[in-house]
């Protein structure tokens, strides 16, 4: 396949610059490793159609996020707010009975979520794109420029995928560190790559889907911050149509949750929850555990050390464009407003874009 522009990567930086293009029309093509589009975005269904919880984001903020605000009117979606009404809990020692606050907890702005979950923007975005130019299970492992001056995108068995004039990297710099290059990349910009956190990719989520919403009738928000764990911070994920569910953010390190293995670990979450909000939390319709620490197409070893704090992302300028522009840094990490967000995986698009 020639195409002008080879994108690599089908996650929300991805499919932006590949929906930008195609409206421009620029003929480009979307190689994507997984089977499936949306990289860290990940919905799992529900009961109903638009019924889906997601294990990986769930949260973005209009008022601070232009673009995001912008594409989710543009493609007609619905938002509705993170629900955060009643009391909150914090659990300080194993040995302690959780404290309530009455006063409960509101974020300033509010965070909103995705009728559809995030996956919605995913699903809408992906049909912007005619199917024949999306290739899922098209891991790109090299590139190289051929001697007739093409860029040659080919994967671990050496199969070639495409041939471009141009290719944008919509990925964790971490995992393009792991791709050939020939001719090589500069030496500094590999070593940025290798040394840029992949943001949220330590971390796993777990969610429980239950048949009543047992801590709203008790006056809980569903919040509640934990020192105990497994879960150090969890929230409301209950669809609005009515389907009742708690989330979780686990705090044991990946080393530690590998150690344990899932069945152990959600045993272990339900224990908390039932701690927290009662017993009726042991029995849920559904749990679902997603460690993406443990996925390939997301997460290094390196990501088993979360940074401390949120790392000041964005390519240094030198590294903006390589191969006289032709191979263009691009994901969420590459933003330099708000890397390792939503809004910064389609700032980054729009960069990426921007010189076509
Ligand atoms: C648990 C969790 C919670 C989060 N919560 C929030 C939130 O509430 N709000 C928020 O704004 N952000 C949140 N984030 C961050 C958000 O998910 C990311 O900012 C965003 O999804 C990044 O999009 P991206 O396209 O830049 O990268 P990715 O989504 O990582 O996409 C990269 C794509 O490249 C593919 N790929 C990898 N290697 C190759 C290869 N060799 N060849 C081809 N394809 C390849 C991957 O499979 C993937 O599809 C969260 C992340 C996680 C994990």
Redesign the pocket.
Known sequence: MRVACAI???????LHAASLLHRRGVDCCL????QR?????LSVQGDGADARFD??????WPDMQPRLRQLVDELGLAAFEQQTRGAILVERFKLEAPQRYERGFNTEPRSMRLQGGMQALVDALAATLPSSRIHCN????AIRETPEGGLELTGPQGECWAIAERVIL???PR?VSR?TFSPPVPEPVARWCENTP????G?A?CLAVYGEPFWTAKGFSGTASSFVGPMMEIHDASLPQGQPALFG?MGLSPAARQALGEAALKEAALAQLARLFGPEALTPVAVHLLD?AQQP??ATRADWEPPMGHPAYGVPAPFESLWSGRLVLS???TAPGQG??????LE?AEAATSRF
């Open positions: 690599v990567g089908g996650g929300l930086s991805g190689l994507e490793a997984r589009l949306g990289g860290r975005i294990l990986g984001p769930a949260w973005f098209a891991p790109v492992s919509a990925l964790p995992l791709m992949t943001w949220m990719a971390q989520k953010f993406w197409e997301t994901g969420t990490e390792g967000y939503l809004e910064g995986a980054a």
